[in-house]
C-alpha cells in the first residue's frame, strides 16, 4: 500500500523533496551570521517578492551568498545573487561536509541538472529543469542506492513514468 502510494504521488514528493533541499534545509541556528557575509537565512536578510535584500535597504542585494556553520567554520551554502535573484551555482553542504544539493539558476528560476544527496553521500535525486520547471528525466533514489522512481517531465507536467494518476 505504502508503495502504491509512493508511486502514485511521485512527483508531487519529488518535487517537494527537491524544493525543500533547494530551499534551503540548512537550520539557521547553526549558521555563524557574525562572519560579515551576506547570507540568506541571516536574520539581516529578507525576501520580498522573491528578491534578496539586506533589511532596511531598497535595493535588492548583488554579490556572493554564503553562509558558514558555526561548528566548523565550514560552508552550509554558497552561491551567487543578481539583483536580489539567485544566479549560477548554488552548492549547500551537511555539517559534516557532505555535499547536499547543487542547483543552478539563471534570474532567479533553476535551469539544469539540480542533485541532492543523503547524508551518507548517496545521491538522493536528479531532475532537469528549464526556466524553473521541470523538464527531462527525474530520478530519485533509496539511501542504498537503488533507484525507487523515475519519471519524464515536459514544461512541469509529468508525462511518462512514476507520474501521479
Request: proline residues 2%; charged residues 30%; contains cysteine.
Amino acid at each position: 500500500m505504502r508503495l502504491q502510494f509512493l508511486k502514485n504521488n511521485m512527483k508531487r514528493i519529488l518535487i517537494l523533496s527537491l524544493s525543500l533541499i533547494i530551499t534551503s534545509c540548512v537550520d539557521p541556528e547553526d549558521l555563524d551570521f557574525s562572519s560579515g557575509f551576506f547570507c540568506q537565512e541571516s536574520p539581516e536578510v529578507e525576501s520580498k517578492n522573491g528578491l534578496y535584500y539586506f533589511k532596511n535597504e531598497r535595493q535588492p542585494f548583488s554579490g556572493d551568498n554564503i553562509c558558514i556553520y558555526k561548528s566548523n567554520g565550514e560552508y552550509a551554502i554558497q552561491g551567487e545573487i543578481k539583483n536580489g535573484l539567485k544566479y549560477g551555482a548554488h552548492i549547500q553542504w551537511y555539517e559534516n561536509g557532505q555535499k547536499m544539493s547543487e542547483v543552478s539558476y539563471i534570474d532567479g528560476k533553476e535551469e539544469g541538472i539540480a542533485t541532492a544527496w543523503y547524508e551518507n553521500g548517496q545521491k538522493m535525486m536528479e531532475i532537469n529543469y528549464k526556466d524553473g520547471n521541470e523538464d527531462g528525466k527525474g530520478t530519485e533514489w533509496n539511501e542504498d542506492g537503488i533507484i525507487s522512481s523515475e519519471a519524464i517531465f515536459k514544461d512541469g507536467d509529468c508525462i511518462k513514468g512514476d507520474c501521479p494518476e
